[in-house]
C-alpha cells in the first residue's frame, strides 16, 4: 500500500510556468515527473508505476506475438552507422561523442544497424526464419526544440522490434503481424489512436504507417476522407491531372506587370489589364517558384526551387518529409544576392532547371549550373501558367508545360487543404492534428544490404533478407495518456495504466475515521486492488481531495462524515459519479468495480 | 514455453579468442550475450530473461526495505557535477559529450548529485525524513582497461539507493536497514559474499563496506582475520607502533654502500661492513623511499616520495585508493632527469619533506618546492632506518625519525601481507580476491553540502542532511552468477536466477518421442514450470546434450530411448544427479523439484 505520508511525490497548485500542454502540465504537478534538462526527464514514482505498467502491456503483446525480447546498448561504436550512412545523415540530431582512446560513438536513435548485425551474427539461413527481436530501450536524439515535456524529448523510451524474412510476402505477414499487435496494444492501453499512411523519413523503406493519437497539441498533420483514406500529411499524394493538348495553348506572352510582387497583386493586374476571354484569372492560374535553400546532413548548402500552383503555398513540413534527409528552409537575402538572375516575386522557368541548363544559364557567381527546378504534380504537359519573366516589373502569360519549360520533376510540396480530393478518390479530405504514438515500416533490404544480411535459400543460394522496423514511444504514450485523460482538476488514468486503482482517503482528525480508513485500504489490498492511502493526520480535506483529483486514481473511495451513519462516498474520477455505500461493503463493492475494469 | 527450433539463441562449441574468464567465456557461448564494443553488450533472449530476474529480486528487496522507485536519465547535464567537482574529478573515465546548443553534458557514472537536487525540489522538512529512493539504471564509465566481460563494463545496469536522514543516528539506521537489504539479496541470488571495509574513493563520506564475491577472477583483493576482521586490502589501516626514545638512539653516520641499489644488496653489505652487535640487519631495517608521480583528474602532474619499511612493496592499488582521486604511477627517467638531487637506489629524507624545505632545497629544476614526502605508519617517533644518503653509493645507518628527519604525514602505501595481525588484533590476515557486487556508503553531507539541501529541523532550524548511497552492479552480478555456477560443460543456474526451470530434450527421430516430449513440456509448462523445449527434430543427442549442458537450466529432462519402457530421464544439472522417473509421474515429479527448489 502507497500511503501519502511517506510516498516521495509533492504536488504543486501552481502551473509550472515553461509547461504548455496539459500533459505536461499535470505530470509536473501531479509529480510524476521532473525536468532534468531540456527534453530529459526524471520519473519519480507514481511516474515510473505508470511508465511500467504501458511497458508490461507493449511486452505482453510483442511476446503474444511472436516477439524475443533482446536489449542493446544505448552506447554505440560509430562503424555501423556510418556503414549505413546515418553517422551523417542524422546530422545535428546525433548526440556523437569520443571515449578516452578517441573512438567516434553515437547514443543510438534508432537500433536497425545493431539488429541486421545480431541476426547476421547468429543466423545463416532460410530456416532461421521469419524472426521478430525486439527491445524496449533508451534512444537519444538531439531535438532542435524539445518540446512538451515527454512530447518530444531527447531521452526517451522506445520499444522498437524489427522483423526478419526470406522474401516480400514473409515481410508483409510479419509487418501485418507487428500492426495487429500495435491495435491491440493502444486499445488495452486505452488510448485513441488513427493508422495513417506515412513517409519513411530518414529510416528509409517502402512502405509504412503511422499510428497517431488526435490531440490539437500534436505536432503531426493527417488527413482523411469520408471513403477511410487516412495519411500524414506528409505523406499525401497529388494525382496528376491529364495531361493537355499542347496544340491548343495559345502562344506565351510577355507582359509589363509593374508592382505584382505577389500572387493577389499579380491576378488583380492580370484581370484589370490582361483580361481572358472566357473567365477571370485566379491565382490557380499562377505559377509560384519558391526558392529553398536545402542543408545536407554534411553541412552543404544548396538552392531547389519548387514551383507550385499560386493559390497553394508551399508546406515547409511537406518539402522537409519529400527531400530529406536535407534540412530545407526558405533562401534569405544573402542567397538572392549571390543569384542576381533570381528576380525576387518575378521568377520564372526559365532560369530554372532544364531550359537554363539548355540556355548555359549560370548562376549569378558563375561557379555552378543552374539551379534544380521541382514542380508540383499539378503542373502536367499542357497546362498553361502566368508566371515571372525573370526580369523586375514582368510576367509570362500562357507558358505552356512541355513546351515553353520543363522541370527536373516533381515534389510533393504543396499545401494540402481541407476539402482536397483524396487521391484515391474516397472524397474530400479533412484535417486534423495527432501525435505519432507508433510507426510501423517495411525497411525492405536497405540495412540488409548495407551491412550484408544473407542466408542461404531454400536451393542453397546466398539471398539478401527483408526487413521490418516497428516503433512505440513508450515514454511518449504516457504523457498522451495524461493528454487525453485529464480536466481542469487534474489526471484522470485508465485503469490498466493507473499508477494505483483506488485512492483511499481519511478526512478530519477523529481518530476513529482514519482507523476505518486504515481498515479498508487494508481491506481492499488484501483483495488485490492497488491501493494509495492518504494518512495525513494534519491535512485538511480540502487539500486531500485537490490531491485525489490532481493524481486522478480511477477510484477515489472518501472515509469522512458519512461514517457515523455508516457510509462512506465511492468516486469514479473520470466520470464524477459519487454514490454513498455502506462502509460493511465498501471493500467488496470497491474490489468489484475494480474488478469489472479491469476486465473490461 | 521456449522452443529451441525458434528461440533466438545460436551457442558456439569454441571458446571465443578474447573471453579470458570463465563467466565471459560461457556468456558467450551459450549465447547470453554478445560484445557490441568494448565492454558494451547486447543481452540476447536467454541474458536478457537471467538479468530481469535478478532485478527482479533487487527490486522486491528494495521496495521490502521501504525503497521507493524513481528512474533519472543517464544523459545529464555538467553543472550539477561541476558544482561537487565530479566534473572534474572523474578524469578521463566521464563519458563527457556537447549537445548541438554546445552544451556540456555527461552519460551518468553514478547519480548523488541528482538525487541530492530531487530530494531538495521536492523536500523541506524533517518530517519528510528518512527517505530511501533507488533505481535500476544504467550507468557509463569510460574504463581504461574494460575487461572479462560483464564484470567490468563500460555501459551498465546498477541498482543505486540513497537514503536522507536529518542526523547521525538515522543514517546509521538507514546504512543498517540497506545492509540487511543487501544480504537477503545475495542470498535469494545464490551469491556467494563476504562484507569488508572498504575505502570510499571518489564517493566521499566516512564509512564503506564493500560486498565482495570471492573469485580468483576478481579485481580486488580482501583480507580475513580469525577474529572476523575484513577489509578491502585497500582499506587496511597500519596500526601504530609505540613510539621509541630518542635518546635511545644512537648517532646516525653515513657510510660507502658501494653497489647497493636494492634492498637486497644493501642488507648483505650492511651486515658483511656495519654489523649490528644484537643481530643481523633484515630488510625492515631500511627505509625505501619510492618516487610516485601523480596525475590530479585536470590532469596536472606532480612528484610525491613515500617511505616504506624495506622489507615490503609499495602497493599501488592501496596508494591510489589512499590518493585518489590522483592516478597513481612510478616516476620515469624523465621524472628523475628533472630532479637530479633524487638519487635513484640512494634517496633518503633529507631531500624530501619538511627537512628539505627547511634547508632551503630546490628541486632540480629549481622552480617548485621540496617534494612532499608521506611515509608509512610504522615509521614512528624514534625508529632508527638504513636509508639513501642521496649520493651514489652511500647510505645513512640508525637515521632516527622524529630526530634526524620527519614527514608531511602517514598513508598507507605499503602491501598488506599474508600473516600480517589484524589492525583490530584479531590476528594474522589472510588474503584472497573477489569482485565488488556491492558498495554502501555513509556518505554524511558531503553532497547535501555541495548542492544546499537542508531541511527545517524540530525546532524550525535549517539543517543539512546526511546522506547515504548503495550500489548493487546489476549485470555484473550476472557474470558473478556465472562464475561461480558454471563447470567445464557449461553454466549451471540457481533456478531462481535460471532463464528457465526445466529443459525439456527429444532425442532421436521417432515422431513418439518428440510427441511425448510436447506433451511433457506443455503439462509442465501448465504447472507453472518455465520450460525450454529443444524440439529441433534434425538435431541429434550428442549436439542437444551439449547445447543443454551449456545453457544450463537448472534440471533437464531428456525424453527418448526409455519411453518404450515408459521411463523418462530426470538430471540435475548441477549435482550430475540423474533418474529414470515414469513417464506417467514426470510432471508431477519434475513440478515438484522445481517447486522444491524455488521454496527452498
Do not use: C
Request: no cysteine.
Amino acid at each position: 500500500m502507497l500511503r501519502m505520508s511517506t510516498l516521495f511525490v509533492r504536488t504543486l497548485r501552481e502551473d509550472p510556468v515553461d509547461a504548455e500542454v496539459a500533459s505536461h502540465r499535470l505530470l509536473l504537478r501531479a509529480g510524476y515527473i521532473r525536468r532534468a534538462a531540456p527534453g530529459i526527464y526524471t520519473w519519480l514514482p507514481l511516474g515510473l508505476k505508470v511508465l511500467a505498467k504501458v511497458e508490461a502491456i507493449v511486452r505482453e503483446e510483442m511476446d503474444a506475438a511472436g516477439g524475443q525480447e533482446v536489449h542493446f546498448p544505448a552506447l554505440l561504436p560509430r562503424e555501423p552507422y556510418e556503414v549505413t550512412g546515418r553517422w551523417t545523415e542524422y546530422g545535428p540530431n546525433l548526440f556523437r561523442l569520443t571515449d578516452r582512446k578517441g573512438g567516434d560513438y553515437l547514443l543510438a536513435p534508432t537500433h536497425e544497424e545493431m539488429f541486421t548485425l545480431l541476426v547476421k551474427d547468429l543466423y545463416s539461413s532460410y530456416k532461421d526464419l521469419p524472426l521478430t527481436i525486439y527491445q524496449v530501450q533508451n534512444k537519444y536524439r538531439d531535438e532542435a526544440r524539445p518540446r512538451a515535456g515527454l512530447l518530444r524529448g531527447r531521452e526517451f523510451i522506445m520499444k522498437d522490434s524489427y522483423s526478419f524474412d526470406i522474401d516480400d510476402e514473409g515481410l508483409e505477414r510479419s509487418y501485418q503481424i507487428q500492426r495487429e499487435a500495435y491495435i491491440r496494444i493502444f486499445e488495452r492501453l486505452g488510448l485513441e489512436y488513427v493508422i495513417v499512411q506515412a513517409q519513411s523519413g530518414a529510416m528509409g523503406g517502402s512502405k509504412s504507417e503511422e499510428f497517431l493519437s488526435p490531440t490539437e497539441v500534436g505536432e503531426d498533420t493527417y488527413v482523411r476522407s469520408p471513403g477511410g483514406y487516412t495519411a500524414n500529411v506528409e505523406a499525401v499524394t497529388t494525382p496528376a491531372p491529364p495531361a493537355l493538348d499542347i496544340a491548343d495553348a495559345p502562344a506565351a506572352h510577355v507582359e509589363d506587370t509593374p508592382d505584382t510582387p505577389t500572387i493577389a497583386t499579380l491576378v488583380d493586374l492580370a484581370n484589370a489589364r490582361h483580361p481572358r476571354p472566357d473567365r477571370e484569372w485566379t491565382a490557380a492560374d499562377t505559377l509560384k517558384n519558391v526558392v529553398l535553400a536545402l542543408t545536407s546532413p554534411a553541412g552543404e548548402r544548396s538552392l531547389l526551387v519548387v514551383g507550385v500552383p499560386g493559390d497553394r503555398e508551399a508546406d515547409m513540413t511537406r518539402l522537409e518529409a519529400a527531400l530529406a534527409p536535407a534540412v530545407v528552409e526558405p533562401a534569405n537575402d544573402a542567397d538572392f544576392a549571390a543569384h542576381p538572375h533570381l528576380v525576387k516575386g518575378y521568377i520564372g522557368p526559365g532560369v530554372l532547371g532544364p531550359q537554363a541548363r539548355a540556355a548555359g544559364v549560370k548562376r549569378g557567381d558563375d561557379s555552378d549550373t543552374a539551379i534544380p527546378y521541382l514542380v508540383d504534380p499539378r503542373i502536367v504537359e499542357g497546362t498553361r501558367w502566368v508566371t515571372g519573366a525573370d526580369a523586375e516589373g514582368r510576367h509570362v502569360f500562357e507558358l505552356t508545360m512541355g513546351r515553353d519549360f520543363v522541370a527536373d520533376g516533381t515534389v510533393e510540396g504543396a499545401e494540402v487543404r481541407a476539402g482536397d480530393e483524396a487521391p484515391d478518390g474516397s472524397g474530400p479530405l479533412e484535417l486534423a492534428r495527432g501525435v505519432e504514438i507508433g510507426h510501423i515500416f517495411q525497411l525492405g533490404r536497405k540495412y540488409a544490404e548495407a551491412l550484408d544480411l544473407k542466408v542461404l535459400d531454400v536451393n542453397g543460394k546466398q539471398v539478401t533478407v527483408t526487413m521490418g522496423s516497428y516503433g512505440i514511444g513508450v515514454t511518449r504514450a504516457v504523457a498522451v495518456l495524461a493528454e487525453h485523460h485529464h480536466d481542469e482538476l487534474g489526471l484522470a488514468w485508465p485503469i490498466h495504466v493507473a499508477p494505483y486503482h483506488v485512492h483511499v482517503m481519511a478526512t478530519g482528525k477523529d481518530d476513529a475515521v482514519f482507523a476505518a480508513a486504515e481498515e479498508l485500504a487494508s481491506g481492499l489490498e488484501a483483495a488485490g486492488v492497488e491501493v494509495l492511502y492518504d494518512d495525513r493526520p494534519k491535512v485538511s480535506p480540502g487539500v486531500k481531495f485537490k490531491d485525489s483529483e490532481l493524481l486522478g486514481a480511477p477510484y477515489i473511495l472518501v472515509v469522512g462524515r458519512g461514517l457515523e451513519s455508516g457510509t462512506v462516498e465511492f468516486k469514479n474520477r473520470a466520470t464524477g459519479d459519487s454514490a454513498e455505500i455502506p462502509v460493511a461493503e465498501a471493500v467488496t463493492a470497491v474490489a468489484t468495480a475494480v474488478r469489472e475494469s479491469l476486465g473490461g
